[in-house]
C-alpha cells in the first residue's frame, strides 16, 4: 500500500488513495500503522475515496480504528493531495464527509500548494446535537459534575462533538485529567473532543486538545473551530472577526460568520514523506 503522510498544524495522518475502493478494513488498519513505534506514526488514517455527491470522499479513522465523521486539519491535507497527485485541476474542491459536503479552497505560494480555506459548516450549540444527556436548548458556561472535579463548560458541535473549558494556563492546565473527568462524566454517550482555552488578547486564543480516539494531538481543526464559537457565545470575541488560534502545531485562523451560516477555518497542510507499506 503506498501511503502518504502529511499534517496540518501538527494534526498528522497517513493518507490513502483509495480511489477504487480496497481498503476492505479500514479500522484494523488505521490501529495498525498509526502506532509510532510500530506503524508508521499518526494521529490516524484518511482515505481518499470516490464521491457520487461532490469531487472526493474523506473517510477519517482515529488512532484507536474508531472512525470520526471530520477533521479540520485532514480534510486541507486532503486538498494538497488531490491537487499535487493530479486527481483535481481544481482550486476549489468539493470533499465529501460524514458530517457534509466541505468546500476546500486551496492556498499557493508561487504552484506550490501551502494550505486551504474550509468552509466547516454551522456550528450547533444544541446538546443533543453533541449527543449530550443534559437539558436546555445550549449548554454554555455550565457546570459539568464529575468525580474529578467541576468543570465550567460550553458544548459545540462542528458535525463532531466538543466540551470547551477555559482556563489561565493551558500549560500548566491537568488536560489528560480534565478530559478523562469530563469523558468518565457519563453525559457523552458517544464520548466527546476536550478542549481547553486561554485567551490571550482581544483577537487570539491558546488552546490544547484531547481528541476522542487519539488522545492529545497537536490540533485540531473542529476544535479549534468549536473553541472559537465557544469564546463567542463567552463574550470574548466576535461574529465576523477573525480569531487567532494558537496551538500546540501551529496557528489556524477561523471566523464565525454574522449570519450563523458557517465557520471558515484557514490554515497550513504539509506533506512530510510518501512511503510504501506491506499491510499484510
Known amino acids: 500500500m503506498r501511503f502518504t503522510k502529511m499534517h496540518g498544524a501538527g494534526n498528522d495522518y497517513i493518507y490513502v488513495n483509495d480511489l477504487a475502493d480496497s481498503i476492505e478494513d479500514p479500522n484494523t488498519l488505521a490501529n495498525k500503522i ?22 472526493f470522499f474523506m473517510r477519517m479513522y482515529n488512532a484507536d480504528g474508531s472512525e470520526g465523521k471530520m477533521c479540520g486539519n ?7 493531495y488531490v491537487y499535487d497527485n493530479k486527481l483535481t485541476d481544481k482550486k476549489i474542491i468539493d470533499i465529501e464527509t460524514l458530517s457534509g459536503i466541505k468546500k476546500v479552497t486551496l492556498k499557493f505560494d508561487d504552484e506550490e500548494v501551502v494550505g486551504a480555506k474550509v468552509s466547516m459548516g454551522k456550528p450547533s450549540l444544541n ?19 464529575t468525580d474529578g472535579g467541576s468543570y465550567n463548560c460550553t458544548l459545540v458541535s462542528m458535525g463532531n462533538p466538543h466540551c470547551i473549558v477555559f482556563v489561565e494556563n493551558t500549560d500548566t492546565a491537568a488536560l489528560e485529567k480534565m478530559a478523562n473527568d469530563v469523558v468518565s462524566s457519563g453525559i457523552f454517550p458517544e464520548g466527546v473532543n476536550f478542549e481547553i482555552v486561554q485567551i490571550i488578547n482581544d483577537d487570539t486564543f491558546k488552546m490544547r486538545v484531547f481528541e476522542r480516539g487519539s488522545g492529545e494531538t497537536l490540533a485540531c481543526g473542529t476544535g479549534a473551530c468549536a473553541s472559537t464559537v465557544a469564546c463567542i457565545v463567552n463574550g470574548y470575541f466576535k461574529k465576523d472577526q477573525t480569531v487567532n ?31 510504501e507499506i506491506d499491510i499484510k
Open 34 to 55: 498509526s502506532d509510532r513505534h510500530f506503524g508508521i506514526g499518526g494521529d490516524g488514517l484518511v482515505l481518499i475515496r470516490p464521491s457520487k455527491n461532490a469531487d
Open 74 to 80: 485532514a480534510i486541507r491535507c486532503v486538498g494538497k
Open 127 to 145: 446538546p443533543k446535537d453533541i449527543p449530550a444527556t443534559v437539558e436546555g436548548e445550549n449548554f454554555i458556561n455550565k457546570v459539568i459534575e
Open 245 to 275: 488560534a494558537k496551538l500546540l502545531g501551529g496557528d489556524l485562523k477561523i471566523t464565525w460568520r454574522e449570519d450563523d451560516s458557517e465557520v471558515i477555518l484557514e490554515g497550513p497542510a504539509t506533506t512530510v514523506f510518501t512511503g
